[in-house]
């Protein structure tokens, strides 16, 4: 029997799946000149990818559908990008295409 996944929880594996990802990334990029060369080719690939469920998550975020719980995980997320961006940048990924100065997310929800 197939059950449909409700958009909250939808929110909840993206913010996980996301996590994932950025905890990847800190590992990978320790080790990037040594890594394969298929590995080094799928990162931005796969990286655009994930920084579309990012984008997700923020139009989410400005449509207030993310409860309290959710908010704080996706700031999170963006101080944790916000904190990878020499990583990025280095290993020439594509910067998110989302605000990331929780500063302003915060002023907008007082």
């Keep these: 029997m197939a059950t449909t ?3 909250s929880e939808r929110i909840d594996l993206q ?5 994932g990802t950025l905890a990847d990334l ?3 990029a320790r080790d990037w000149d040594q890594e394969p ?11 655009r990818n994930d ?9 989410a975020y400005e449509r207030r559908v993310l409860n309290e719980e959710q908010q704080e995980y996706f700031l999170n ?7 990878l961006l ?3 940048q280095r290993l020439e990924l594509d910067v998110p295409r989302v605000p990331l100065n929780t500063c302003d997310y915060e002023a907008r929800s007082a």
């Design 5 to 7: 996944t409700t958009q």
């Design 15 to 19: 913010l996980k799946y996301i996590a």
């Design 26 to 28: 800190e590992d990978v």
């Design 37 to 47: 060369i298929h590995v080094t080719l799928a990162w931005p690939m796969e990286w």
């Design 51 to 59: 920084m579309d469920g990012l984008e997700f998550l923020y139009e």
């Design 77 to 83: 997320l963006l101080d944790w990008v916000q904190r």
């Design 86 to 88: 020499p990583v990025i």
